[in-house]
C-alpha cells in the first residue's frame, strides 16, 4: 500500500504534471537521497492515475525481497491488491527464467495500461533479482509501465531505454521543494497565523535557501527560522539535533566509516573535484570514493550547471557530518591549508582566500592576496576577509601593505566608509606602490565612499581627476565603470557601454550591471532596469549565492521594476529575507529597497505595517545622514496616510519635509530631488485638502525640479495630479491633455504602478480616459495595463486577482492549435507566467537553447519581435475563441 497522504501535506502538483506527461515511458525513475519526498509524490500521482481510471500496483520493497521468488511472489501480492486477477503464481521451485517468462506472459494477456509503482528500489541488489526487473523492462510490453524510487543508483541497464526515448528520469533538483512549495508548507504549520504577510514570506525564503527545498530538511530546520533570520555572515548551515538523528538514522547506516571519515573531511570545502580530495585528504582513491558516494546517493551534489567533476555536499548533510566527527583545531587549519595551496597553485585564487584565512596565521593569506594582485580578490571573499580582521586578537597587528589594501576595499563593500580611510591612510603610509596605483585605488575608493554619503558631486569632481583609463585591473575598472555609470546618471549623460561583457560573470563585474540597472530605475526605465538587473541576479544567485552582495544589490531594481509592471508577488520575492541584508548599501540601493518594500506591503493590504517600515528605514537614513532617502521615505508616509484619509497625521509629516527642503537649496541633483520630491507631497496634501490652487503652484515646483534631476517617474506624477487639479477647477481639457502627456511617459517606460498608487482620483481619471485617447493614437501595452488597472473595483488588490487574467493552457490548446505546435503552445503559457527561458526550461525539461529555438518559432508564426506582444496574440486569441463558443 502507498503511504497514506495526509491534510498537512503539500501538493506536489508540477511535480505529478511532469510524471503524467511522460506517463507513456516504460520506465520512469526517480532517484534522490533520503527526505526528498519520492514516496509521497509517488502517492499522490497514483491518486490522480486511479482517480483516472487506471490501474495501479504499488510494493515497497525491504531486503527481505531481494530474491527472484520473494520478488516475484511480492509482485503477485501487489497485483492482487491492484485487483489485477492474473493467471500467475510464482512458484518456490522455479527456475528464476520461468518465473520471469510466466511473469511476461501474464502481463501480456492482461487488458489496459498497468503502472507498477517499486519504492525504495535501492533494496533490489542481487544480479538475479535486478534480472527479473530487467527481462520485464526488455519484453517491451506497451501497456505495462514500471515506475520506480530509489536512493541510489539503480544496477539497471538504461542505455537503450535512454536512447529509444522510454526513460523518464527524475533528480533530487527537481524533487526540491520550490519556493511556493516551501511557502504552502510553512503555511500548514500550527504557528504560521501569528505570522504577516510578509514576516511569513520572509522566513519562507530563508527556510528555502537554507535548505535548498530539501522537504525533511525544512520539517526538521522549521524552529529554526528566527536564527536563520539573524544569520547574515553567511556561516555553517546551522544542524539542530532533530536533523543529526534523522541522517544517523536514515542516510548513514550501513556506510563504510572509512567512506564517512573521507566525507566529513571533505564536508568543509565549499566544493571539491577528486584532484583537490586527493591533496587535502591525503586518499589516493578519491576518484572512485566519489564515484561510490554518488552511487550511494550520499547527498553529493554537482557544484556547477556544467558536468566538469566539481561536486559538493547538501548544506545540512555537510554540518551533520561536521558535528558527527569533529575536528581538533590543528587538523582543520591543516585541511584549510592544504586546500588554499592547491586552489592557489591551480588558479583558482578566489577560492583559495576563504581557506587561506582558516589557517590560523597571516603567511597563507597573505601568499593568496599577492597571487591576485594587482587586482582585488571576489566580493565575497573581501565579506570573508573583513570577518577574518574583525576576529584577530587586539595584539596582532596589520603590517603588511597587501593586508591593508584589501581590508580598504572589505570595509568599501560593506558601506563602512570611516573604517575605509583609515586603512587608506595606513597603506599609504607604508608607500609600497608606485604613484599611479596609489592614485587610482585613492581616486576609486574615495570616490565610492562619496556615493556611499550620497555626495554624487564630490564624486564626480573625484571621478573626471582620476588618471586616465584603463585600469590594468579588471576589478577596478569595473568599479570606476560603475562609477561612471552613477556619476553619468545624475548628469543624464550615462556611458554608452552601461554592462559588462556577458563572458565576464564575476561578482564586482555583476555589481557593475546591477548599478547600471539601479541607475536606470532611478530615471524611470523600468523595462530597462528589469532587462539589467534581471539577468545578472539570476547569475549571481546561481554562482555565489542568494545572499551574495551582488544578487542582493541585483534584486533591488528587479524587484522594483516588477513591482511597477504590476507583478507584485514575483517582486515580494526577490525581496523578501534581503531586506536586512540591503540595509547598509549604497543610498539609492537601501532607499529604493525601502518605498519599494513599503508599496508592497501596502498592495496587499497592511498599510499601518508599510507605515512601520518607513518609520524604520526614516531612522536608519538619518542615522547615516541621508537627507535625500529621509525625504522619499517621508513623503511615502504622507500618501499612504492619505490613503487611510489621516489628513491631521500626513499634515506633520508635510511639516516635516518643508523643513528638509528648507535646508536644501542648492542647484544640485539630490537637492533638486528633495524639491521635487517635498513639493509633489505638498501637492497631494492639498489635494487631499480640496485646495487644487495651492496644489498647482507645488506641482509647478514639483515639475521642473524633477526635469532637472532626471527623475522622469517624479515628473509623471506630477503631470498626473495636474490632471487631477485642474478638474477640480472643471478644465477638463487641460487635465486631459495632462493625463495624455503623463501615459506616453508610462508607454515609453514601462510604468503601471506609479499611475495606479496615486490614488482613487487618478484612477477614475485614468478610467474615464480609457474611451478618450487622442486621434490616431494606438495603446501600447503599458497604456493598456494602466487604464484595465483604473477599470478595476477601488481597492482590489493586484497581487490577489491580476489585472489581465493568465492564458489558460487548455483554451490557448483549442486557440492556436492551428498556429503553434503542442511544444509551441506549452512554451507560451508558461511565457505567460513571467517564467525566464531558464525556468521555462527546467519546468519542460528541455535545454535552454531548445526553448530559445521554439520562442522564435513561435514570434515568426504570430508576426510579433516581443515575448508581451505573443502573450497579448494569446490572450485574443483565447478571448476570441471563448466568446464564439
Known amino acids: 500500500m502507498p503511504p497514506r497522504l495526509s491534510q498537512r501535506l503539500v501538493p506536489r502538483d508540477a511535480l505529478v504534471r511532469q510524471l503524467h506527461a511522460a506517463r507513456h515511458c516504460r520506465l520512469m525513475l526517480l532517484r534522490a537521497p533520503a527526505g526528498y519526498g519520492k514516496s509521497l509524490t509517488l502517492a499522490q500521482w497514483r491518486k490522480r492515475l486511479v482517480e483516472e481510471g487506471a490501474r495501479v500496483a504499488w510494493l515497497t520493497l525491504c531486503e527481505e525481497d531481494d530474491s527472484p521468488y520473494a520478488f516475484c511472489t511480492s509482485l503477485h501480492a501487489s497485483f492482487r491488491q491492484a485487483g489485477l486477477n492474473l493467471r500467475w503464481q510464482p512458484a518456490s521451485c522455479s527456475d528464476p527464467q520461468i518465473l520471469v517468462r510466466d511473469l511476461i506472459g501474464a502481463l501480456a494477456g492482461a487488458a489496459g495500461e498497468l503502472y507498477l509503482v517499486l519504492d525504495e528500489l535501492e533494496h533490489v541488489r542481487e544480479p538475479a533479482t535486478v534480472a527479473v526487473l530487467q527481462s520485464l523492462l526488455d519484453a517491451r510490453l506497451p501497456d505495462v509501465h514500471v515506475v520506480a524510487a530509489t536512493r541510489q543508483a539503480s544496477a539497471l541497464a538504461l542505455g537503450r531505454l535512454q536512447g529509444a526515448g522510454e526513460l523518464h528520469t527524475v533528480g533530487a533538483i527537481d524533487l526540491a521543494f520550490s519556493l511556493a512549495e516551501t511557502q504552502a508548507f510553512l503555511a500548514r504549520r500550527p504557528n504560521a497565523s501569528s505570522r504577516g504577510n ?458 516635516a519635509l518643508d523643513d528638509i527642503a528648507r535646508a536644501h537649496v542648492l542647484d544640485i541633483p539630490r537637492d533638486q530631488e528633495i524639491r521635487a520630491i517635498v513639493a509633489l507631497s505638498r501637492a497631494r496634501v492639498a489635494l487631499a485638502a480640496a485646495d487644487p490652487e495651492q496644489a498647482q503652484a507645488a506641482l509647478e515646483i514639483a515639475h521642473s525640479e524633477g526635469e532637472a534631476s532626471g527623475r522622469i517617474r517624479l515628473v509623471a506624477c506630477a503631470e498626473l495630479l495636474q490632471a487631477q487639479a485642474w478638474e477640480d477647477v472643471g478644465q477638463s481639457e487641460m487635465a486631459r491633455t495632462c493625463l495624455a502627456s503623463a501615459l506616453a511617459a508610462g508607454e515609453r517606460l514601462g510604468l503601471v504602478r506609479t499611475f495606479v498608487d496615486e490614488g482613487e482620483r487618478v484612477r477614475k481619471l485614468l478610467g474615464e480616459y480609457a474611451g478618450e485617447l487622442p486621434a490616431g493614437h494606438t495603446a501600447q501595452p503599458p497604456v493598456d495595463r494602466q487604464l484595465a488597472v483604473a477599470r478595476e473595483p477601488v481597492g482590489r488588490s493586484a497581487s490577489a486577482q491580476p489585472v489581465v487574467a493568465g492564458v489558460d493552457p487548455d483554451q490557448m490548446g483549442s486557440a492556436l492549435s492551428h498556429v503553434l505546435t503542442r511544444r509551441e503552445r506549452e512554451i507560451l503559457a508558461l511565457l505567460e507566467q513571467s517564467m525566464t527561458n531558464k525556468h521555462i526550461a527546467l519546468v519542460l525539461n528541455l535545454s535552454v537553447d531548445t526553448v530559445k529555438w521554439n520562442m522564435r518559432q513561435i514570434f515568426s508564426k504570430l508576426g510579433v519581435s516581443r515575448r508581451y506582444d505573443a502573450i497579448l496574440k494569446a490572450r485574443s486569441a483565447v478571448q476570441q475563441g471563448v466568446g464564439r463558443g
Not at 525544512?218 to 547574515?232: C, F, H, M, V
Not at 544517523?248 to 571533505?266: H, M, Q, S, V
Not at 601568499?367 to 571576489?378: G, R
Open 198 to 655: 510578509a514576516e511569513a514570506l520572509d522566513a519562507a525564503v530563508l527556510m528555502h535557501e537554507s535548505t535548498e527545498g530539501w522537504p525533511v530538511g525544512l520539517e526538521l530546520l522549521a524552529g529554526q527560522a528566527g536564527a536563520l533570520a539573524n544569520d547574515s555572515d553567511g556561516a555553517d548551515a546551522p544542524c539542530p539535533a532533530a536533523l543529526r538523528d534523522y541522517i544517523d538514522e536514515a542516510a548513514l547506516p550501513g556506510l563504510p566509516e572509512d567512506l564517512l571519515r573521507w566525507a566529513t573531511w571533505l564536508s568543509r570545502l565549499r566544493r571539491f573535484n577528486a584532484a583537490l580530495a586527493t591533496h587535502v585528504t591525503g586518499d589516493a582513491d578519491s576518484a572512485q570514493r566519489l564515484a561510490v558516494a554518488d552511487e550511494l546517493g550520499l547527498f553529493l551534489q554537482p557544484a556547477t550547471a556544467q558536468a566538469d567533476g566539481w561536486w559538493r555536499f547538501h548544506p545540512q548533510f555537510a554540518a551533520a557530518l561536521r558535528h558527527r566527527h569533529p575536528a581538533s583545531e590543528d587538523d582543520a587549519a591543516e585541511l584549510h591549508r592544504r586546500a588554499a595551496m592547491w586552489l592557489a597553485q591551480q588558479g583558482y585564487v578566489s577560492e583559495a582566500l576563504p581557506h587561506a584565512l582558516r589557517c590560523g596565521d597571516d603567511a597563507p593569506v597573505i601568499a593568496v592576496l599577492d597571487e591576485v594582485a594587482p587586482d582585488l580578490p571576489a566580493v565575497s571573499q573581501l565579506r570573508d576577509f573583513l570577518r577574518w580582521l574583525d576576529g584577530r586578537p587586539a595584539g596582532r597587528p596589520i603590517d603588511h601593505p597587501v593586508l591593508c589594501l584589501t581590508a580598504v576595499w572589505a570595509c568599501v563593500v560593506s558601506a563602512r566608509p570611516q573604517e575605509a580611510m583609515d586603512w587608506l591612510h595606513r597603506w599609504h603610509a607604508m608607500g609600497a606602490c608606485d604613484a599611479l596605483t596609489v592614485a587610482r585605488h585613492t581616486a576609486l575608493v574615495t570616490a565610492t565612499i562619496a556615493v556611499q554619503r550620497d555626495d554624487l558631486p564630490r564624486a564626480q569632481a573625484i571621478f573626471q581627476a582620476m588618471p586616465d583609463p584603463p585600469i590594468d585591473s579588471p576589478a577596478l575598472e569595473h568599479v570606476r565603470m560603475a562609477l561612471a555609470t552613477r556619476c553619468g546618471a545624475m548628469t543624464g549623460r550615462r556611458p554608452p557601454h552601461l554592462a559588462p561583457a556577458r563572458a565576464d560573470a564575476s561578482e564586482i563585474a555583476l555589481m557593475r550591471t546591477g548599478t547600471a540597472a539601479v541607475a536606470a530605475w532611478l530615471e524611470g526605465h523600468a523595462r530597462e532596469a528589469f532587462r539589467l538587473g534581471g539577468e545578472a541576479l539570476a547569475t549571481a544567485e546561481r554562482t555565489y549565492g542568494w545572499r551574495s552582495i551582488a544578487a542582493c544589490l541585483c534584486a533591488v531594481p528587479v524587484a522594483c521594476a516588477l513591482y511597477e509592471q504590476d507583478q507584485p508577488q514575483q517582486a515580494r520575492e526577490h525581496l523578501a529575507g534581503r531586506f536586512a541584508l540591503v540595509r547598509f548599501a549604497t543610498p539609492d540601493v537601501l532607499i529604493e529597497a525601502a518605498v519599494c518594500r513599503a508599496r508592497l506591503l501596502a498592495c496587499s493590504g497592511e498599510v499601518h505595517h508599510a507605515l512601520a517600515s518607513l518609520a524604520e528605514a526614516e531612522s536608519t537614513l538619518q542615522q547615516r545622514g541621508l537627507p535625500r532617502g529621509e525625504a522619499r521615505v517621508v513623503a511615502e508616509q504622507v500618501r499612504l496616510a492619505l490613503s487611510l484619509h489621516d489628513r491631521r497625521h500626513a499634515g506633520r509629516l508635510q511639516a
